[in-house]
Structures are given as structure tokens and as C-alpha cells.
């Protein structure tokens, strides 16, 4: 996973898949998911994300992975 956030055009850019190629792009209220060929997600750009969430959205990263254990 790779975040990155583009102030000159202010766009924050979150890629789940590295290197996939994009088949779809769905664009909802500034909001655009784009999709494997095989559907699944490849990366969510926030367009306007200074506007949409804070000035300097990656100052507010928060960073936890949750692992749960399994149950026998």
C-alpha cells in the first residue's frame, strides 16, 4: 500500500494494488475508485482532498494494522 498526496493539484492518492493495471475508473462526488480488470480495487484518489478533509491530509496518518488471532 502506497499513500501520497499531491498538493500542486491536490489530489491524495491511495494505491492498494502496486503495478496493476487499471481497466475502470468510477468517479462519485470527487471520489474516483479504480478497478482490476477482475474488480478489484486498485487504488481511491480524493480529488480536492485539501478542501475534503484537512490542508495537509498525510500530517493526520494514523497507521494501525489490527490482527486477529485465530479462533481453534
Do not use: C, H, W
Not at 500530517?59 to 481453534?72: G, H, M, N, Q, W
Request: charged residues 35%; aromatic residues 6%; hydrophobic residues 45%.
Amino acid at each position: 500500500m502506497k499513500i501520497e498526496y499531491d498538493p500542486k493539484y491536490d489530489l491524495l492518492n491511495i494505491e492498494f494494488i502496486a503495478e496493476e493495471q487499471i481497466a475502470e475508473s468510477v468517479e462519485l462526488d470527487g471520489l474516483v475508485v479504480d478497478y482490476s480488470k477482475d474488480g478489484r480495487i486498485v487504488a481511491i484518489e480524493i480529488l480536492d482532498a485539501g478542501k475534503r478533509t484537512t490542508k495537509n491530509p498525510l500530517d493526520l496518518i494514523d497507521f494501525t494494522i489490527v490482527k486477529e488471532k485465530a479462533i481453534a
